[in-house]
């Protein structure tokens, strides 16, 4: 009786050719993905930039922007106007300032702010300044503990067009319903090209940290 032996292939090793074809594919690969995910971001933004979201709010947001001894510049100006625009148009019923102060500056950023929609006929019970906050991370922390403190949900922010997309992202990381209503006409509304780069920059540093801060706790 024959006995038959099976015999096996060797394994074909893969050559230097084919090891840089597949090293090619991952890297075009990964540049295909970073390219649609700055893109995109830069896409969101760009949209976001002239959607003026009226929603009723429990308070409409005044991000602070350069203010000198108590005066606003003319951009925080134009966000405050915008602003006192959405009060009077019944969007909310209150207006949130927000901003600390540079070291010798007399004023915070809240403070001028404040007195600006009170000198425009706004009652002062309507007001809350909130004189904390560096950059809107800061800012948005702060305004996050007066709304749990007085049990706000929603709340209709107001800055430039192109700042309004990476705000709203981040109350919504606070767990608020958030919407948006840019200024869209005078100083600071133009969404340029740096203006953009630097906003999809700051939008995908905050979610990557983000990211990482929900992965730490779910580590405990």
Same mark, same amino acid.
């Given at each position: 009786m024959a006995v038959s032996?099976?015999?096996?292939?060797?394994?074909?090793?893969?050559?230097?050719?084919e090891m840089f074809?597949?090293?090619?594919?991952?890297?075009?690969?990964?540049?295909?993905?970073?390219?649609i995910v700055l893109l995109g971001t830069a896409g969101f933004i760009y949209l976001q930039s002239s959607k003026d979201e009226r929603t009723p709010s429990d308070a409409v947001i005044v991000l602070g922007a350069a203010q000198f001894d108590g005066t606003p /510049? &003319?951009?925080f100006a134009n966000r405050l106007d915008h602003a006192y625009e959405l009060i009077e148009a019944g969007v909310a019923p209150r207006v949130i300032t927000v901003g600390g102060k540079q070291p010798g500056?007399?004023? /915070? &950023?809240a403070q001028s702010g404040k007195s600006y929609l009170i000198k425009k006929g706004l009652k002062r019970s309507k007001i809350f300044a909130v004189p904390m906050g560096s950059d809107t991370y800061e800012s948005i922390a702060a305004i996050a503990l007066l709304m749990k403190m007085k049990n706000w949900q929603a709340v209709t922010?107001?800055?430039d067009p192109a700042h309004v997309a990476r705000s709203k992202i981040i109350m919504q990381a606070f767990g608020f319903d958030a919407y948006s209503s840019p200024t869209q006409s005078g100083p600071g509304t133009e969404v340029t090209i740096d203006y953009l780069i630097r906003e999809t920059g700051g939008t995908l540093q905050f979610l990557f940290l983000n990211t990482i801060g929900l992965a730490d706790d779910l580590l405990g």
């Open positions: 032996t099976l015999t096996t292939k060797p394994k074909k090793e893969m050559t230097k050719k074809k597949w090293i090619r594919r991952i890297i075009s690969g990964f540049i295909s993905f970073v390219l /510049t &003319e951009v500056d007399r004023f /915070t &950023e922010l107001v800055s």
